[in-house]
């Protein structure tokens, strides 16, 4: 049994449903388009399951945050994209890809063909398992990559209200759920093996700052060891967490936020891969010229720093999602994309925002004992990154436009006396 399809998108995650609703602006007719996705639901914003989410109060659930609400655009509910023509195939892995043939196989035994074929399968939350340890089954251990992660993860903490929580893992995963899991009374303590928190982003002075305030809500920090077993009772649940330094952490739940790797196993052998992405041009192509990859799988050139890259961010899926459906539907209109690389975090009352590449000298300025701080970051002579906290919305555009600019610096002093005011006058 076989459908066929003009464009068939792969993943229904965010940059699936910025890619549809980007299609039907530029009047894709009805039937032409399918999602394939192994989520039993529409694209969502999936930044929501670490924050509003996981509130105790009034917190966000769907239908309110399908795409594409995070970008104030409109909210793509399933009747949208029955209104649309756009065939949605949920609760669907697709088990093998055949680029020669251009098509897919579902695991339910049905064969998808396609015109053009956009890759958006994201990325899966790396499992201790990988690291060569074990528990990650046991009934309090919570990753955090999908819907049903993150339900589970509430009822944990629903249990644990009261309770320790261990968080592995000092990136993105462990900040944003350790002050969630603060928010529902959880006492956390949060393990990691670097010297300081975020340190793929940000600078010893800066996380010096968030850990401060965190320690101020009551978490604890273990630095510069990693878990190397759990203690697990007879109902299957950890009772505590032992690290390689030696101590025992009692807890009653654990959550684990120790990286991702982006979904190429479909395509491996049959597309270029690089950077563990899969490789495309400047159109957002793939060795293939049928397909194409956007968001977290996708390594493709960072014009304004003349190399490739692949990011895991939610701005850079929204907008290649955008950009490819231009690349494909109007090719002879399309530049290369041309992508400012942007993150940003809120938890508690914080909010941070980074702009463009964190090498270089960096140059703090701000009150770090305030709530207003930043960090240049210049690069052979030229400012290349920025970051700010508790900045206006004016301000975090300032930031966007000057770090888009690379103005030149001649004198790195006189940067951190102008602070904010350098990108002002950029
Ligand atoms: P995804 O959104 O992960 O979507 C991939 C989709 O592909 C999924 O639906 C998956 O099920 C599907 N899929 C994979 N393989 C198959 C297959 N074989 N068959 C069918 N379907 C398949 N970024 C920020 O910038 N700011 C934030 O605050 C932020 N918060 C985040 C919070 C959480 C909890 C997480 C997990 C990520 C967060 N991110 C954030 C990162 C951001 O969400 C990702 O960069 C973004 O979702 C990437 O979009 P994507 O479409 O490439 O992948
Ligand atoms: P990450 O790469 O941000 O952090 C991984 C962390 O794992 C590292 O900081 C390190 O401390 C830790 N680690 C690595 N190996 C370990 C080990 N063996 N034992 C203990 N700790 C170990 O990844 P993440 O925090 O898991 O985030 C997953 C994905 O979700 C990323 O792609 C991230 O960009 C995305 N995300 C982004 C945001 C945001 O942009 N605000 C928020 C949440 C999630
Ligand atoms: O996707 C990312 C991310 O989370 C970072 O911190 O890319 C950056 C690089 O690792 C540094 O620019």
């Not at 890759?119 to 060569?132: D, N």
């Not at 978490?219 to 510069?224: A, E, L, P, R």
């Not at 952490?249 to 654990?254: H, I, R, S």
């Not at 975090?345 to 463009?356: A, E, H, K, N």
Request: charged share 20%.
């Amino acid at each position: 049994m076989g459908r066929a399809f003009v464009y068939v998108i792969v993943g229904g995650g965010v940059a699936a449903g910025y890619a549809a609703l980007e299609f039907t602006k530029r009047g894709v007719p009805p039937g032409e388009l399918c999602i394939v996705s192994e989520e039993p639901i529409p694209p969502y914003e999936r930044p929501a399951l670490s924050k509003g989410y996981l509130l105790p109060e009034a917190p966000a659930r769907l239908p309110s945050f399908h795409t594409c609400v995070g970008a104030n655009e409109e909210r793509l509910t399933p009747k949208w994209y029955n209104e649309h023509g756009i065939e949605l195939v949920l609760g669907t892995r697709v088990k093998s890809a055949d680029v020669r043939r251009k098509t897919l196989l579902t695991a339910t035994g049905e064969t998808i063909s396609y015109k053009f074929l956009i890759i958006a399968t994201g990325a899966r939350a790396l499992k201790l398992e990988e690291f060569g340890l074990s528990g990650s089954d046991a009934e309090n251990v919570c990753y955090l990559r999908n819907l049903a992660d993150a339900n589970r993860l509430v009822n944990v903490m629903q249990s644990s209200v009261g309770g320790n929580a261990v968080v592995i893992g000092g990136g993105y995963i462990g900040m944003e759920c350790a002050a969630s899991l603060v928010i529902n009374k959880i006492k956390v303590t949060m393990v990691f093996p670097e010297a300081h928190c975020m340190a793929r982003l940000i600078t010893p002075k800066i996380a010096s700052y968030y850990e401060d305030y965190y320690k101020s809500k009551g978490v604890t920090f273990i630095k510069g060891t990693v878990l190397s077993s759990f203690d697990i009772d007879s109902n299957g649940k950890v009772v505590a967490v032992n690290l390689k330094d030696g101590s025992r952490l009692p807890t009653d739940m654990v959550v684990v936020g120790i990286g991702i790797r982006p979904n190429t196993s479909l395509f491996e052998g049959q597309l270029t891969l690089e950077k563990g992405g899969i490789k495309v041009n400047g159109k957002l192509q793939s060795s293939n010229s049928s397909i194409y990859a956007v968001g977290d799988v996708a390594t493709f050139p960072l014009k304004l720093f003349g190399e490739t890259r692949r990011l895991e961010h939610v701005d850079s899926a929204r907008k290649s999602a955008r950009h490819v459906v231009a690349a494909i539907m109007e090719p002879d209109k399309t530049g290369e994309f041309d992508y400012l690389p942007f993150f940003y975090s809120r938890v508690f009352t914080l909010s941070w925002q980074f702009y463009g590449d964190n090498v270089g000298e960096v140059i703090h300025f701000g009150d770090f004992s305030g709530n207003t701080f930043g960090a240049y970051w210049v690069n052979k002579g030229h400012l290349v990154g920025s970051f700010l906290e508790g900045g206006t919305k004016e301000e975090y555009e300032t930031l966007a436009k000057a770090t888009r600019l690379k103005p030149a610096v001649e004198d790195l002093d006189e940067l951190e006396r102008q602070g904010l005011g350098f990108a002002l006058a950029a």
